[in-house]
């Protein structure tokens, strides 16, 4: 449903296609690694007890009945006297590629008896039961298909995929593929189960119809099955097929039979072909298929998604739905759909949409809507929930309906649907350790290869996969759901004049006003929060939308959750964790004149990175203006997150230092600097004195904005031919944006992407900058969130102990590590895992050696040494790095990261 665009490559004068895609496809590979490492960290667990019971809840009747199929045939697919599959291997081959049409055969061959198995004799009156058409094919030498040119090209070894020709060779789109499969290699640094993971992440990026992926790791007869979901991976034991038949036959049989809702397929979506007049005949005798039914094309999307909504109650009041009432929606244009390519996290899409209803109308008399699908955090309430406390209100989006997503008539929970509330209790494991120069180390008894003795066997039988030092815990659930807005907008920074942004803002603030009043509280004020309407003829001009996390006033704290917000524009109080001034005390929560900070950061942000209408600003993207550059670093980009508190906290204190950030702003937004001093004035006073009453502290604000218009309006600012051609741009952009029903996206340019064009607009972290007219947003590389890489170096990786062996060789033992986490850690009781763990230290040792980590993007610490002194050249006292336990954020790396894009601290970035 979109189009996915990448940065230009480093240089632009490569001339061909070739050499700039291959180019981008490289630095996307590269990016796709950390991205998994960093959005999972912390949230995969292995030898989940009770795992394949569970997520293959097959009969047992069915199993006992393949099996003895199997065992019976003329040339027994599996000898029940040696105990192994036939025609596959026993022990590892010479070449791993010898094992890829193996499995193939064996898991049809599987496949073929779950049918056999199935079929009702016709003596028998019950109803018949069919496999689902799920087909294994080994793809090893063919990299899966996309509509993106710059996709990585890594390729699965072999997959089970749904909708698929029956070619001989046939080529398998991205979408297409249900299971992802991962032969374990020798010569491989990191391990199976990482660039299993790397698969299932283009699989969750290419597939809006998707809740959650399966996939394998085999290691020549070793099978591990994973599940990642939103909220993470889950792992089952290693077991050996031919040692345990019936255990390979449940999961194959589960795959083979069971419906597309419990193999992942997100079943309450489904597509129609895309055409530009739908007569009420067409209507009529439409049926909508599911997208693995329809042909697949690279060079263009031929369908629309169709969903189904909880009407508005008649006469039931604002946001009340009517459960027994459902309404279609035809969703035409993606306007936001690359956050919903993570494992991890909100996975938040969103797209224009059609009432289905009112197809045979010609496009232009068509209502537009926005459709936001996400997962929240199942301890947050409903974004819907509190557009229905606020009611309809100017300065908000106004919303139509929303509702949690049911798949085959349940309710879509990662807990109670995806895992079947299956019980997750443990230490997470760290997913990019070195696999190579491991030191020889004892296997546990209980390992599914027992003859296996020296370490290189070993890692070739299993992946090593030690846990982190972190107490045992648990995942959280997060639930899938929907809303409709009817409001449409574009972001704030491309308002087309300062009477159209002030007037935006204004209007905002009424809209949180009426919010806060209703006992609501955003918490999350950024340039991709704030909208405006493009209204020329009266009424709003902006609004505020994604309550996402949000709070109502009386909600307790959620653990692990101390603060949210996009960072560039977060309050340096709540990035420091402390007031800004001593005597306002200790206590510092989110309160609501953080967000009114925030409103002061996004407007600076605007005056400095933008030369009108959206328009970059070439001295800051360029780095010429060395002084703009530097102090445009220090107050939004800098990744250390108690660097950046403290620069705000100067720049909130320091009157001179406020008034020098002044001085850079760009000559279109010279007459704001009244406004954006007045702003100041309010919130220092209010931070000094440690008093800020909500209605004066408002009041002040809404006037400085309604003075600011008036002179605005009064006495308009004379515009050099330049920024009225920027002005010009940008109405002319929103026109077109506003006919723009063509659903086949426009292909990627060397110069850059389509601007955001969203009622609910892209994200923060997501790229938007237009094609032609230089729409960009800030110029630097997007800081990768929470510290990651720097915060993993602390966090510690542990063995599990095993029993002493003397004739075992030694092995160094491991010292201490990583650690992302915020808070001090105490090494947890160490535990008797020994599948997929360390090997086993010295007996008898206490010292330990560090497990070898595999090469890393970035390096944060010369940055954040460099930021620091940065820091303190700019008043700002530099104290030690606030660690707070987030999420693991992933940021989005683009092909030369020409751009940087506010980054989320506290949020899953994934959606």
Known sequence: MCQYHRDSSPSDSSSTAYSDQAYKRKVFSKDLEYEVVQELDGHVFCEVPDFLETIFPVDEALINSVYGILCRTKHSAYDTKTKRWSHYSFSPPTLEKTLYPQFVKLAGTVSNAVSQAMEVPAWETRAPTQTNGLRWYDCHDATPLSRDPYISEVRPDIVAALGVSAAKQPQIPWSRILVPVEVKKKETDGPALLQLLKYVRLVFRESADRCFVLGLVVACANVSVYLADRTGVIGSTVFNIHDEPKVFIRVIAGLASFSLDRLGWDTSMTTIHQQRIFSRSDLSSLTPKYSYQESWKQQQETTYWVITMPKPKPNGGYGVMDETATETFVLYKGVSMSRGGVIRGRATRVWKAWLWDELHLPQERRRVFVVKDSWRDDERHLEGEFYK?????????????????????????????????????????????????????????????????????????????????????????????????????????????????????????????????????????????????????????????????????????????????????????????????????????????HDLESVLWILLWICLCKRGAGLRREALHQGTDKALTRRFRLLFEVTDIAVLGTNKQTAIRDEESFTSDLELIDDFYTPLKPLLERLWRILRTGYKTGHFDFAETFSAFMQAFDDAEKTLTEDPPVLTAEQEESVNLERERRRRDQCDWQHTPRPATKSGRAPAQSAIPETPDEDDAPEDDEREDSPTPAPRGRNAETDRKKLILVPDPEPPAPSAPQAPAPAGGVQTRSMSRASAAQGSSNVQTHPPSKAGGSSHTAPKKRGRRGGLSNQRTEERSSAGESGGQTRGTKRTRGRGDGGRGGAGAGRSQPDRKGKNKAG
Not at 422 to 439: E, H
Not at 502 to 509: E, G, K, R, S, Y
């Open 389 to 593: 406390k606020i009611g309809p209100a100017r300065g908000v989006a106004r919303m139509r309906s929303y509702s949690v997503v049911k798949i085959n008539g349940h309710d879509d929970m990662t807990s109670s649907r995806t895992r079947s509330d299956l019980n997750v209790q443990g230490k997470p494991r760290c997913i990019d350790v070195s696999q190579r120069d491991i030191a020889h180390a004892k296997i546990s008894a209980s390992s599914p290869d027992r003859d296996r003795i020296n370490t290189t066997r070993y890692l070739y039988a299993l992946d090593y996969l030690p846990s982190f030092d972190l107490p045992e815990t648990s995942p959280r659930g997060r639930t899938h759901s929907r809303i409709v807005i009817e409001t449409y907008g574009w972001s704030i920074k491309y308002a087309a004049s300062l009477v159209e942004l002030v007037h935006a803002v204004n209007d905002v603030l009424h809209g949180y006003k009426t919010a806060y009043e209703e006992e609501v509280i955003h918490r999350d004020m950024s340039v991709e929060n704030l909208l405006v309407t493009g209204n020329t003829e009266g009424g709003s001009e902006g609004f505020v939308i994604d309550f996402d996390y949000a709070k109502f006033l009386n909600d307790l704290a959620i653990l692990d959750d101390p603060m949210s917000g996009t960072r560039p524009f977060m309050s340096g109080e709540l990035l420091l964790g402390q007031p800004y001034y001593k005597s306002a005390g200790t206590d510092v929560r989110h309160r609501f004149y």
